[in-house]
């Protein structure tokens, strides 16, 4: 049995009281709980008040311009918006991607919020408390040494939500609601250096919606896994033409997504493989994955019309 | 600020009602608070599938689900979906096909394949294959669970 630490339960259906009482202390954000819950099991995280996102009406809004720019409220889920026309129509690439994190359960209970807002990952991190015990923990939790890079000052744990790379393509920005104000932030820039800092945003701010301007390109999707389901990514490529000839964003390998660009497409596997580095967050040898770049940069170019 | 709080939900169509820690997950409040324990106690952090429950018709991992969060709702568990005191389409195709050996993952695929044939009746093999990547099964490599999936998916479709 691996029962929940206690906490009480807030579940406001107005945003000002979402964001009052998610800026108190103790307090954290749930969503579809499929991140924090597990990790809360393993006694990772012991928010006292747990508030709940989704029964506030502006988190569950989607809007499509009639540019088919989309407005996506942040506690909507994977599966709605994965199955919504729109998205399929204009943006494939993020349908595919919202389709592609976990299983189709856990589609049905995560949001779009929590998948932006998700925790880095790390095999030394991500486990019971016993198991990370046993290590003395590492930097992000309970310890003072990094098992993947003892001689570094930072934690490296991955950024692992599969929906990103393709948001950063397609130029998203994530808005959130604090006790201030609204706040902007384009979804490239929220992740930080180090895999302890969460996403850089206020604490306790609200992510309330994502922003999506029109299609503008096409943007092309790939996930390296081992199993078809249920597994995290071991690389999540997303390539895209720009004016000034093509780039990708890789990420699993390192906190923050990994932007590369390069003057051809012929030019953009290796440009990739020269500037990624995994490091051994993961079970699967780091070697391996970094072979495995050029290849999946490859597959994603070819999916994409000549 | 509430640590402790009285659920209303229907079960299985029923009203329930417990007091319960607002700590208490779904699959806690169904087993020990309800008495229901068709509903199995797996991985208990979102990886098997075997807690699968039926959340408003939705399937749901009642281990990482707040039962909190459930309040209002209607859930739906495997000691529901016999129809009239016999197994329904689905359960009667994995007992013909012994899809099952240890028998844990059982009530968690019946419920995953419920949903599945509610809301796409025609589900062709790509999409019930996609749609089981939600459950583990450590014992039956599948094939008698596909077997029966695909079974009673036509007995559904064309009852006898
Ligand atoms: C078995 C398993 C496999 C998984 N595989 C994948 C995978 O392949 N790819 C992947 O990307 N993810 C995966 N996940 C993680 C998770 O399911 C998704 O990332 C999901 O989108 C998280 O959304 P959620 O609503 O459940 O988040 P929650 O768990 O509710 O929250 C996650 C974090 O976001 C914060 N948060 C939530 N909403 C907001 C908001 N509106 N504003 C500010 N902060 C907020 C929370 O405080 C928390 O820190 C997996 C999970 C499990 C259990
Ligand atoms: S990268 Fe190092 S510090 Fe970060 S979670 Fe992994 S072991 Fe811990
Ligand atoms: S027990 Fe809930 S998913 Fe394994
Ligand atoms: S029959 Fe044993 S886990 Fe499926």
Redesign the pocket.
């Known amino acids: 049995m691996l029962p929940l630490p206690r906490f009480s339960w807030e579940a406001p259906d107005r945003l000002p009281d979402l964001v009052r009482l998610a800026a108190e202390p103790g307090a954290r954000l749930v969503a579809g709980g499929t991140d924090l819950l597990p990790s809360m099991k393993h006694r990772i995280f012991r928010p006292g008040t747990l508030v709940s996102t989704r029964r506030v009406p502006e988190l569950r809004t989607l809007r499509v311009g009639a540019d088919h720019s989309l407005s996506l409220g942040a506690a909507l889920s994977l599966r709605e918006l994965a199955r919504h026309a729109e998205v399929r129509t204009h943006f494939p690439s993020l349908a595919l991607a919202l389709g592609s994190v976990a299983t189709p359960t856990i589609q049905g209970m995560a949001t779009l919020g929590g998948n932006l807002m998700l925790d880095t990952r790390c095999m030394y991190y991500n486990q019971p408390s016993g198991w990370r015990a046993a290590l003395g923990g590492c930097l992000k939790c309970e310890g003072t040494l990094c098992h993947v890079a003892p001689r570094g000052a930072g934690c490296y744990a991955a950024h692992s939500a599969d929906t990103v790379p393709v948001l950063m393509l397609l130029g998203a920005t994530a808005v959130f609601a604090t006790p201030n104000g609204e706040l902007p932030i384009a979804v490239g820039e929220l992740y930080p250096e180090d895999g302890r800092e969460g996403p850089r945003c206020p604490p306790g701010a609200v992510l309330v919606r994502v922003e999506v301007p029109a299609p503008q390109r096409a943007v092309a999707f790939r996930k390296l896994r081992q199993r078809a389901a249920i597994d995290y990514g071991l690389l999540l490529t997303a390539v895209a033409p720009t004016p000034e000839g093509w780039e990708a964003v890789i990420s699993a390998v390192a906190p923050q997504p990994i932007r590369v660009a390069a003057p051809t497409r012929e030019a953009l596997a290796d440009a990739v493989h020269k500037a990624v580095q995994p490091l051994p967050t993961h079970q699967q040898a780091s070697t391996w994955r970094k072979r495995m770049l050029r290849v999946e940069v490859a597959r994603a170019l070819a999916s994409l019309p000549a | 600020m509430s640590n402790e709080l009285v659920l209303h939900l229907v079960v299985n169509g029923e009203p329930a009602r417990a007091l319960v820690p607002a700590s208490r997950t779904l699959l806690e409040l169904l087993r020990e608070d309800l008495g229901l324990t068709g509903t199995k106690h797996g991985c208990d952090v979102g990886d098997c599938g075997?807690c699968t429950v039926l959340v408003n018709g939705l399937p749901r991992l009642a281990c990482i689900t707040v039962a909190a969060d459930c309040a209002g709702e209607h859930v739906d568990t495997i000691e529901g979906v016999a129809v009239g005191g016999q197994p329904s389409a689905i359960q009667a195709a994995f007992d013909h096909h012994v899809?099952?050996?240890?028998?844990?993952?059982?009530p968690g695929?019946v419920m995953t394949l419920t949903h599945l044939f509610t809301e796409e009746p025609e589900a062709d093999e790509a999409s019930l294959r996609h749609a089981l990547g939600s459950n583990?099964?450590?014992?039956?490599g599948y094939v008698k669970?596909l077997a029966a999936a695909r079974d009673a998916q036509a007995r559904m479709r064309n009852p006898a």
């Open positions: 075997a899809a099952a050996q240890c028998g844990y993952c059982t695929f583990i099964c450590r014992c039956t669970i």
